[in-house]
């Protein structure tokens, strides 16, 4: 465990997580064990996105088992932090393996915790709104575009949504 959070910690290494995951796969649960399954999957999860057709199926088993554990601690800062940005990941993966109506769920959960990161606000928006945009839901797509943009600080983004949300309007 010290190893892995004075020396793993900030490597990528998928042969390195791969490592840490077979030596604590077996040991009760705990947080260095969530910490572990949750950067081996979003290290699979990061090399999935490169490829053309994608297979988060592992990605979303290691992030779901490090979710469990991290729900039976206490919900401090740090939590929510962490607890954000495995819901962020799981979002992402229901929406691409369509299962919008799933992905909705989660990424209200995560809208529910009131992240501090001002990305996750308009991400997050914009991620519910392509959503209900897959679903033929336009109003409600309208309606998260519009978070996005009042959320976002980056011009770039918010040109994206209001684009997207004009689209949702033609579409009414």
Known sequence: GIYFKQIGKDSKSKVFFK?????????????????????????????????????????KLLLMNSKEIIENYPKDINYYLYFNTILFHLGNIQSMEDDYSGAIVIYKELLENKPERQDYLYKVNGSIANCFKELGKHHESIQYYTNAINFSDNNEFKRQYYYLRAIQYIEL
């Open 19 to 59: 490592r840490a995951y077979e030596l604590i796969k077996y040991i009760e649960n705990s947080l260095l064990k969530a910490d572990i399954l949750f950067s081996y999957g979003r290290t699979i999860y990061d090399e999935e996105l490169l490829k053309d057709e994608p297979n988060m199926s592992y990605a």
